[in-house]
C-alpha cells in the first residue's frame, strides 16, 4: 500500500533511500488511472523502495514546493534529494526500472 504523505511525515518518509511520490488529485483522470499502477508497484518494491502518495489539494505546500504544476506528477527521491520528475501517465514497468536504477 502507497503511503499517504502530508507535511507532517514528508521529510523522514523520504529521508533514506529511494522513494517515488505521486502527488495527485482525486478530481484527475489520469490520476485514477495512476493510483492503481502506483499501489501496485508499492507492494512490488516493498523493502527495497518507499512509494508515498500526495494529494495536492490537501497538500498545496509539498505540491508547490516540488513546482509540481500539473498532475499526476512522479517525483524519485534518493536520500531525501530529488533525482527525477515524471509528468503525466507513467507505466507500472517506466516507474520500476527508474527505482531501480537508484537501488
Do not use: R, Y
Amino acid at each position: 500500500m502507497a503511503v499517504a504523505l502530508t507535511k507532517d511525515n514528508f521529510k523522514e518518509s523520504i529521508e533514506k533511500g529511494v522513494s517515488v511520490v505521486d502527488f495527485w488529485a482525486p478530481w484527475c483522470g489520469p490520476c485514477k488511472m495512476q493510483l492503481p499502477i502506483v499501489e501496485e508497484l508499492s507492494t512490488e518494491m516493498e523493502g527495497q523502495a518507499i512509494v508515498g502518495k500526495i494529494n495536492v489539494d490537501e497538500e498545496p505546500e509539498l505540491a508547490s514546493q516540488f513546482g509540481v504544476m500539473s498532475i499526476p506528477t512522479l517525483i524519485l527521491f534518493k536520500d531525501g534529494q530529488p533525482v527525477d520528475k515524471m509528468v503525466g501517465l507513467q507505466s507500472k514497468d517506466a516507474l520500476k526500472n527508474k527505482i531501480l536504477g537508484q537501488l
